[in-house]
């Protein structure tokens, strides 16, 4: 499957962004879908999550300001982001269940 991502940029402090990752392929409603992201010189890590059954998970870092979900229709997953802050800032990538990466998107987080 091929994942693209879109929708970062560059927002202030305290300000709002929408990723969303368009998958092509087949079988998308029935793999579970994650976000992760990735500062130079650390390990990329999981940001959300969300299963075929749209149960969600989040890191303790974006827990109440992060949300998930997914269109199985479009076969989009997104992840709205609110009261973001510089500590956001990083490439952002989306991740399906078999593995498949998309080629990530930056996110900047700077007044």
């Known amino acids: 499957a091929q994942l693209v991502e879109s929708g970062g940029g560059l927002v202030q402090p305290g300000g709002s962004l929408t990723l969303s990752c368009v998958v092509s392929g087949t079988f998308f409603d029935i793999y579970a879908m994650g976000w992760y992201r990735q500062v130079p010189g650390k390990e990329r890590e999981l940001v959300a999550g969300i299963t075929s059954y749209n149960t969600t998970n989040y890191s303790d870092a974006v827990k109440g300001r992060f949300t998930i979900s997914r269109d199985n229709a479009k076969k989009t997953v997104y992840l709205q982001m609110n009261s973001l802050k510089p500590d956001d800032t990083a490439v952002y990538y989306c991740?399906?269940?078999?593995?498949?990466w998309g080629q990530g998107i930056q996110v900047t987080v700077s007044s």
């Open positions: 991740k399906n269940q078999r593995g498949d």
